[in-house]
């Protein structure tokens, strides 16, 4: 199994309301991502996680709120977003190298993403 | 600084035409390099990557250069066909597990 699952595949939801996106994969991958993309932008990073601990967080406003609970899955909790949040959503996993979670330097490792939420805030 | 130039932002070629993109990048210490192919509303694909100690991989139609000296990396797209209309990202790691994008190239191949 070489797949991404993301659900849903469309979201609409109201500034008002709670939602939240699920990503699952199965190639034993220790690192996942949440990417930001708005229309003729490149993928811009949100969060990674790596063996299931936050390794990075881009500045993302609090009302994102990312969460591993298991080597498979990742969510990302949507609370009181706004219009300019709409945007795809995607997901995206790795397997680090062998130096492990406290790899230094530069990553080598091949991103593979899922098919994306599409996000629209009213 | 944190940079991946891309270059050109579209790109219209006839079909059986080749095609180039070429990104240049700011961080000597990067040193592997994938090229994503993006179809419109959907997941961007790696569709080819090269690593720091060769200066060429190909596959099939589809190759990749790398100067490292120079700082720059390119994307070769040999017999082109319509559904290689799409938009095509490079990228650059810019520290663990961190990615930094191009801005795109939007190809599109024209019958």
Redesign the interface.
Known sequence: DTEVTQTPKHLVMGMTNKKSLKCEQHMGHR?M?WYKQKA????E?MF?Y?YEKL??NESVPSRFSPECPNSSLLNLHLHALQPEDSALY?CAS?Q?GLAGPR??????????????T?LTVL | GENVEQHPSTLSVQEGDSAVIKCTYS?S????F?W?KQEL??????II?I?SNVGEKKDQRIAVTLNKTAKHFSLHITETQPEDSA?Y?CAA???????I????TRLKVLA
């Open positions: 690192a991502y003729k932008k490149p993928p990073l990674v790596s390794s990075i995607l790795s680090p790899a230094p330097g530069v990553s080598t490792d091949t991103q593979y993403f899922g098919p994306g599409r | 961080d210490a990067s040193n592997y994938p994503y509303g959907k997941r961007p694909q790696l990557d690593r938009v990202f790691p810019r520290r663990t597990y961190k990615y994008f191009g801005t795109g």
